[in-house]
């Protein structure tokens, strides 16, 4: 049993189990392989209103390279779930390896000048279950901080109990990763800290939910400040009216001390819909609902942000993850602090918009996958409202491609992800570069 990148999401909405079968080949040679280069792919250009998707036209598009990342020996596999670059070949990767046992271990895994460096494992000293490192943050090269979640139990009949580290790098070193304080958070609590932005290697906010029991959920916040640690403040949800109830506070982008995060609430209704809430000041205020996508949809999910400055970000996220093979791909923008209805991409079969990164308001990049976690393809947006979504082309070698997280950074995207080099084969972590080859 080992965390899966989404398992925080899974949990947060119907609970969380998963348990993977693993081959017991050693997989140190594969994970050492050269990188792969795909064939081209279609891209489908959309131009998009808050209501509106006009598909245009479809033209050639570039492929992408894949990178197998470095695993330790004796591990099995695993799975790049985070990313964060500072320049085009330097990046940090967070994620797991799996062990023959099956269970799994956070990992950090760094790129210098184009080069991908052993995975240092992370947490060992810690007492806990399973790990997996969920957030990288770089605000500069060498000066990382890292996010990790463990899943734990006291005994083979207790329920799981869930619980949050952190690690922050000094150079070319990782500090010992320190367990996050859950003073205000009652005893022995479960909690899942889920958003995190960075904007020094001194100065992050946190955000959470704590498991108070199957029904009942309390979103939190938490400021880490040259290496002191806030108290919990526990976020309201009487802003969005009567009857509501927080579920998650899901992500988070900051620009200088301004902060902006999404998340799900419960309606009157018991719906569950998205919400945001800025940050600044040292103070969380101007929490509001976004408009649903369907009034039919049970869920409306945004799981990932992305701020350019303040009033100006994009969001994306998924219809209605409840649903199997009905949930669609979500943007919504925010342009001089007025967020647009969520609108969908325009691409068959794309399910979820995973992760999102913005370098100017107009200039964007989105990784699409389908609900099953296989990876659709590439979205790039070049003006308010229009995108272009390119698929995922086959790519020689590899199946079972997935996508978690990418960063964008001087005109180069990489993501994060996961793939198998044969059809039963367990996954293995990998880099994808969009537009090489």
Not at 123 to 129: D, E, I, P
Not at 314 to 332: F, H, I, N, R, W
Request: charge should be positive; glycine fraction near 12%.
């Amino acid at each position: 049993m080992y965390p899966h990148p989404r398992f925080s999401r899974h949990l947060l909405l119907a609970g969380f189990a998963i348990t993977t079968t693993l081959s017991p080949l050693s997989l140190n040679s594969v994970a050492q392989a050269a990188p792969t280069t795909s064939t081209t792919a279609p891209v489908t250009t959309t131009t998009v209103s808050p209501t509106t998707s006009t598909t245009t036209t479809t033209t050639p598009g570039a492929g992408v390279t894949i990178v197998p990342l470095p695993i330790n020996p004796g591990v099995l596999g695993g799975s790049a779930a985070a990313i964060s670059c500072t320049a085009p070949g330097y990046c940090v990767t967070g994620g797991v390896e799996i062990l023959k046992t099956a269970k799994g271990r956070g990992v950090l895994t760094v790129e210098t000048n184009g080069t991908w460096g052993k995975a240092q494992e992370v947490g060992a000293a810690l007492r806990g279950g399973v790990s997996t490192i969920v957030h990288v943050v770089c605000p500069r090269a060498g000066s990382c901080v890292a996010l990790g979640q463990m899943l734990s139990t006291t005994s083979p009949n207790s329920s799981e109990r869930f619980s949050s580290y952190f690690v922050v790098q000094h150079g070319s070193r990782w500090a010992p990763a320190q367990l996050i304080p859950t003073t205000g958070l009652g005893a022995h609590p479960s909690y899942l800290l889920t958003g995190m932005a960075c904007v020094a290697a001194g100065s992050c906010v946190l955000t959470g939910t704590l498991l108070v029991n199957p029904s009942l959920r309390r979103v939190f916040a938490l400021t880490w400040r040259n290496g002191h640690w806030s108290a919990p403040h526990f976020l309201s949800s009487s802003a969005l009216g009567a009857s509501t109830n927080l579920m998650s506070l899901s992500a988070l982008s900051c620009v200088g001390s301004w902060c902006e995060g999404v998340g799900l609430y419960t309606n009157v209704s018991k719906k569950m819909q998205p919400y945001v809430v800025t940050y600044s000041g040292g103070r969380w205020h101007s929490m509001h609902a976004l408009v649903a996508y369907r009034p039919t949809t049970n869920v409306n999910l945004l799981a990932t942000i992305s701020c350019t400055g303040v009033g100006s970000c994009v969001a994306g996220g998924e219809s209605d993850p409840m649903k199997a093979g009905g949930s669609t791909a979500l943007v919504v923008e925010e342009n001089h602090g007025r967020w647009s209805a969520p609108y969908a991409l325009d691409l068959t079969g794309a399910n979820i918009l995973e992760s999102i990164s913005c370098t100017t308001p107009t200039s964007c990049t989105g990784l699409i996958s389908h609900t099953a976690g296989t990876l659709a393809g590439v979205a790039t947006m070049s003006a308010i409202h229009h995108w272009s979504v390119a698929p995922t082309a086959s790519v020689p070698g590899w199946n079972s491609l997935q996508g978690w997280a990418l960063s964008c950074t001087s005109g180069q995207c990489t993501i994060a992800g996961t793939g198998t080099k044969k059809a039963a084969g367990p996954p293995l972590p990998i880099v994808i570069t969009p537009g090489a080859g």
